[in-house]
């Protein structure tokens, strides 16, 4: 039996030492994560542990900002490459200053959106590459790893219904149907391939189903 351990199995094997509690929510635009974050920080926080609810791009001031130039509309073309880097900046400075502490502090951190929305837009969607860019994400996450990820399994169009009602769309929600057909099923592949990490739910059931399983699922890892 060797000692060694890759490095990326190593800080997963840590992480489990350490008991940290770091959930990801995953899915296209107008699949729920927002809403679902809420009710499973009341949940939490309802029964005593101490929850940070953050998002992606963002959860910083310097990710506030990248967030504001990404998502809004503009005349100037983003590149694929420049995309990823502005998402990866964010990433890199939550990581460290938000999400890194917060778990040193024993919070359970709720993350709307992680390396799986990268992987899935700009690797797989915008075609930069799976591979490459699942690479980037672990430099740039420093191989942190969600303990576990709810992927929201949606319909583009009735994800897209659920927001035109709700507020304004922005720059990547305004992406033709066929993006955000690929973006699903960018996610899907991701999912089977990460059965012990992702937990997919169909989001097309009521809110209160949703949460329902969410709840039941999250409680056999804090317990
Ligand atoms: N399971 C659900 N069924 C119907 N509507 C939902 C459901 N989950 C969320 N919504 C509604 O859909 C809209 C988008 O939800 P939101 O949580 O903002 O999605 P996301 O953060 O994934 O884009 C909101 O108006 C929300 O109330
Ligand atoms: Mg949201």
Redesign the pocket.
């Known amino acids: 039996m060797t000692l060694w351990l890759e490095p990326k199995k190593l800080k997963q094997e840590q992480q489990k030492l350490q008991n940290r509690r770091f959930i990801t929510f995953e899915?296209g635009?107008?699949?729920?994560?927002?809403?679902?974050i809420e009710e499973i920080s009341h949940y939490l926080t309802s029964r005593g542990f101490e929850v940070l609810k953050t998002r992606e791009p963002g959860g910083t001031p310097l990710g506030d900002k990248i967030r504001q130039l990404v998502l809004e509309n503009r005349n100037e073309k983003i590149s694929p490459l420049a995309e990823l880097a502005l998402f990866l900046a964010s990433r890199a400075q939550h990581v460290e200053k938000v999400i890194e502490p917060a778990l040193k502090q024993n919070k359970i951190v709720l993350c709307?959106r992680f390396n799986d929305s990268s992987i899935a837009y700009q690797g797989i969607a915008r075609n930069l590459g799976k591979k490459e860019v699942e690479k980037a994400c672990q430099f740039f996450s420093q191989n942190l790893e969600p303990t576990l990820t709810f992927y929201?399994d949606i319909d583009p169009k009735i994800g897209m219904s659920?927001?035109s009602?709700?507020r304004t769309i922005d720059r990547i929600e305004q992406e033709d149907f066929s993006f955000h057909i690929q973006v699903r099923n960018a996610f899907l592949k991701i999912a089977s391939e990460n059965p012990q990490r992702i937990f997919v739910i169909d989001?097309s059931?009521?809110?209160t189903q949703?949460q329902q399983m969410a709840i039941k699922k999250l409680c056999s890892i804090i317990s």
Request: charged share 30%; glycine share 16%.
């Open positions: 899915g635009e107008g699949a729920g994560k927002t809403t679902l709307d929201l659920r927001i009602k709700s989001a059931l009521p809110k949703v």
